[in-house]
């Protein structure tokens, strides 16, 4: 094979290897990522951890851990309580819908998220 053929295949697949990585990072774990909505942004990364900022002017900033299943995102804030969605993904998984299942400081009603 010649060898510029070679190099094209060669640049092709690490390409496709390297857009597809983030990819396949979402297929397990469909959560990682920024997410933002108005006031709200949402950074959920891959070690299952979160920074959760609300407001832009004088904001309160949140960290801790997260976890789901089937159903159910648990935000487990560090110094405080777990605070519990269940979650639908829409556009292509990039929107995310978080609806309470109870009332907190933090989250009253469903809130529509929209991946960065």
Known sequence: MNRKYKLAILFSFSLLLMTGCSSIEKLGNPFVGNWVSGAFNLELKRDKTFELSIGKT???NLNGKYDYNKDTLTLDIEGDSNLDFTYEFKADDKKLV???KSESN??????EFTRE
């Open 98 to 100: 978080l609806k309470p």
């Open 58 to 60: 004088i904001s309160v």
């Open 106 to 111: 933090y989250f009253n009603t469903k809130i």
